[in-house]
């Protein structure tokens, strides 16, 4: 029998979700789907805490894609204002409770006002010592295609040769090449893919599927996540029985 994964050989150290199901929340109650959107961001406060009960050091949330983007204007919108009003809300707090915050994603179709508010809550709470993450109109072929390019502006520039391009020089130009990679990979409301969503960093996460709708997902939900993931044993290509060896 395997033996599963230990907090000491595979510590559980950075928790990536897909939060999923919003819209559908929100029309099992007849309602309109931003109030489903409404209630995933109060979500977002109760499972950062249970992250900093479980000592998690990153938290990162798939918040809005790149394909996003194609969904009613409405809706789009709604969302733009909803980050926006997470963002005035939520730094002072974040700052006071030691959470650092960093967004990923493209930004170049985000508003003025919004990249400021961005640039403000990323400074205001840099000295934090755990550190959420928002992928908000990210993508993972996005994220790889952006890496590969500041590559090639290095090798046409002359300071990076074609020979020195390998995996770890790609890996250091992904977004949050300076976290650890994502552990476990959570998505909710019941849907088994990862919609482009950190390709590259989750080549090893374990993935955890939910049937429970984002709103829904409190920290009850996510210490049965973080069981699952304990009772896993993770190889990286190793057999079960070098794995057991070294343990």
């Not at 959107?37 to 009960?53: F, N, P, S, T």
């Not at 959470?99 to 990249?115: H, P, Q, T, W, Y």
Request: aromatic letters at 8%; a negative charge; one cysteine or more.
């Amino acid at each position: 029998m395997s033996s599963p994964t230990t907090e000491k050989s595979n510590p559980l150290r950075h928790i990536a979700i897909i939060m999923d199901g919003n819209n559908r929340w929100a029309k099992q109650r007849g309602l309109p789907g931003l109030s489903g959107h409404k209630q995933g961001v109060e979500r977002v406060r109760d499972i950062m805490e249970a992250c900093k009960d479980a000592e998690i050091e990153v938290l990162t949330l798939f918040a809005f894609s790149s394909e996003n983007w194609q969904r009613p204007q409405k809706e789009v919108s709604g969302l733009m204002t909803l980050f926006s009003t997470y963002l005035k809300n939520e730094t002072r707090k974040l700052k006071k409770e030691g959470v650092r915050l960093r967004v990923i994603g493209n930004r170049d179709r985000f508003s003025d006002k919004l990249n400021q508010l961005i640039d403000n809550a990323e400074q205001e709470t840099a000295s934090g010592k755990m550190t959420l993450v928002i992928a908000a109109d990210y993508g993972g072929r996005w994220d790889i295609a952006q890496a590969a390019r500041k590559m090639a502006e290095q090798v046409q520039s002359g300071s990076l040769s074609l020979d020195d391009i390998d995996e770890e020089q790609l890996d250091a130009h992904i977004c949050l090449a300076d976290l650890p990679v994502p552990d476990l990979l959570i998505r909710t409301s019941g849907e088994l893919r990862i919609s482009n969503f950190l390709l590259w960093q989750c080549a090893y996460a374990e993935f955890y599927f939910t049937d429970v709708y984002w709103p829904d997902f409190d920290a009850t939900q996510l210490n049965r996540a973080i069981a699952e993931y304990y009772s896993r044993q993770r190889r990286y290509g190793l057999t079960a029985e070098q794995i057991e060896a070294s343990v």
